[in-house]
């Protein structure tokens, strides 16, 4: 089993910065990819970005150039640096972690994605 949490969200003015952390516990061996999506009101879920385990990084084009993701193996940690922040950027934002397809993590893991519980971040103009 593994579990996600994030912290670090909350209200910033536009053009400030917040730092997303998510940190992993359980059988974190059993995580592959990691991402960060966000959901606003009314919209879809959406990837904001994603690292693989060997550090390969995707961003959606609204993310590039303003938002970083990265990947603490050793502290079981997820971090998205965002900066520039703009009021589209207010959202619900969720850790994500992708199981690995290893025969051992797929014989002691359910093998779904894991989910964090979320973590507001509020973008005032």
């Known amino acids: 089993q593994v579990q996600l949490v994030e912290s670090g969200g909350g209200l910033v003015q536009a053009g400030g910065s917040l730092r997303l952390s998510c940190a992993a516990s359980g059988h974190t061996i059993c995580i592959s990819a990691m991402g960060w999506y966000r959901q606003a009101p009314g919209k879809e879920r959406e990837l904001v970005a994603a690292?693989?385990?060997?550090?390969?990084?995707n961003y959606a084009n609204s993310a590039k150039g303003r938002f970083t993701i990265s990947r603490d193996n050793a502290k079981n940690t997820l971090y998205l640096q965002m900066n520039s922040l703009k009021p589209e950027d207010t959202a619900v934002y969720y850790c994500?972690?992708?199981?690995?397809?290893?025969?051992?993590?797929?014989?002691?893991?359910?093998?779904?994605?894991?989910w964090g519980q979320g973590t507001q971040v509020t973008v005032s103009s």
């Open positions: 994500n972690g992708e199981p690995s397809r290893s025969s051992w993590c797929r014989r002691h893991d359910h093998g779904y994605d894991y």
């Open positions: 690292v693989t385990s060997g550090g390969s990084t």
